[in-house]
C-alpha cells in the first residue's frame, strides 16, 4: 500500500479527496435524486463528504471505509460538524475485498479502483454489496488528450497509454461490462488545480514545521517537482469523473447475505485487531 502519511500532509485541507469541487459533488448528489433513507456504501471513501453532505442534503445513510486513520478522524468530525452522526459511520480498514453486510442501494467507489484490482475488478466487487436494481458509483481517471510521447507518458507516470481509456472509451467499456452509464460529472482544468494547487501550499507549510522528521526530504522533493510536472502533463492529458451505474441485468442479492468474513463484522475486528 501507498505511505498514506504523505497524503494526510498533502491532502490535510481537502475534504474531498478527488478533483471535483464541493459543488460539483453536490450537484451530482442532486441529479442522482437519491429516496430519504437511501443506504450507501462508501469504499476508500477519504473524509467522507459524500456521505456527509449527502446525508444533510438528501437524509441518505451510510457507511464508509478508508485505510487512512487521518481521514476516517476528519470523517467523523464532519459528520458530528454537519449534524449526521446518527446516519452515516466510518471505520477505518483495508476495503480490498470488503463485501457490506447487508446489501445496500448505492455502492461507491470513488478513486480507489485498485481496491478491486482495476475497474472490472471494482465493479465485480461493488456488485457484491448491491441490492437488485441499486446503483454503483465509481471514480475513475481518463485521458483527455492521449500522450504522444514516451516523455509526456513519463510525465504523467504511467507505463503505458493502454492504463487508461479516453472517455467515450471508458463510457463505452462501463457498457461493456454490463452497466448502463446513468449520470456522470467530469473534472475541468479548474477544478483540478483547486485539487492539486492547496497540495503545494499544504506540503510547503508542513515541511517548513517539519525540518527533522524522515518525510522531510520527500515532501521538498514532491514540492520541487509537482507544479511543473502538473502544469506540464497531469493538467492537460487527464480527466477524471464520477460516474453512476445500473445493472444492464438485474442484480441478484448476495448469495449469503454478506455475512462472510469481509463484511462489516470482518473489517472491524480486523480494525480492532490493528489497532491492539
Ligand atoms: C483518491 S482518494 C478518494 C477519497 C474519497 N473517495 C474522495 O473522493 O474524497 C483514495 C482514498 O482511498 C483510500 N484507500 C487507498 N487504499 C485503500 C484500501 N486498500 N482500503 C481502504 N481505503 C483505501 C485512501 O486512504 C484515500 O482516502
Redesign the pocket.
Known amino acids: 500500500?501507498f505511505d498514506?502519511r504523505i497524503?494526510s500532509i498533502r491532502e490535510s485541507g481537502h475534504r474531498?479527496?478527488?478533483p471535483l469541487t464541493e459543488a460539483q459533488l453536490a450537484a451530482f448528489g442532486g441529479a442522482l435524486d437519491l429516496p430519504t433513507g437511501a443506504r450507501l456504501l462508501?469504499?476508500?471513501?477519504?473524509?467522507g463528504?459524500?456521505l456527509s453532505t449527502w446525508a444533510r442534503d438528501h437524509h441518505v445513510t451510510g457507511l464508509g471505509?478508508?485505510?487512512?486513520p487521518d481521514?476516517i478522524a476528519h470523517a467523523r468530525a464532519r459528520a458530528d460538524e454537519l449534524g449526521v452522526t446518527d446516519s452515516v459511520r466510518f471505520v477505518e480498514?483495508?476495503?480490498?475485498g470488503y463485501v457490506a453486510d447487508d446489501a445496500v442501494d448505492v455502492a461507491a467507489c470513488?478513486?480507489?479502483t485498485?481496491?478491486g484490482g482495476g475497474l472490472a475488478g471494482t465493479l465485480d466487487l461493488l456488485r457484491k454489496s448491491l441490492k437488485p436494481g441499486g446503483m454503483l458509483l465509481i471514480?475513475e481517471p481518463y485521458w483527455r488528450a492521449v500522450p504522444t510521447t514516451a516523455e509526456a507518458l513519463a510525465g504523467c507516470g504511467v507505463r503505458s497509454v493502454e492504463d487508461y481509456l479516453t472517455l467515450p472509451d471508458l463510457l463505452a467499456s462501463l457498457g461493456g461490462l454490463g452497466w448502463d452509464v446513468v449520470e456522470m460529472v467530469c473534472a475541468t482544468e479548474e477544478s483540478w488545480d483547486r485539487y492539486q494547487a492547496p497540495q503545494w501550499l499544504a506540503m510547503r507549510r508542513w515541511a517548513d514545521a517539519h525540518r527533522g522528521h524522515e518525510l522531510h526530504d520527500e515532501v521538498r522533493r514532491l514540492l520541487a517537482t509537482e507544479p511543473q510536472q502538473y502544469a506540464a502533463y497531469t493538467r492537460t492529458h487527464f480527466g477524471w469523473g464520477l460516474f453512476a451505474l445500473i445493472a444492464r441485468q438485474p442484480t441478484s442479492a448476495p448469495a449469503d447475505g454478506g455475512q462472510g468474513p469481509s463484511g462489516l463484522a470482518g473489517v472491524e475486528a480486523a480494525s480492532d485487531r490493528a489497532r491492539s
Open positions: 500500500m498514506l497524503f474531498i479527496h478527488n462508501d469504499l476508500g471513501c477519504g473524509s463528504e459524500l471505509v478508508d485505510a487512512n481521514f480498514a483495508d476495503a480490498t470513488v478513486g480507489a485498485w481496491i471514480g
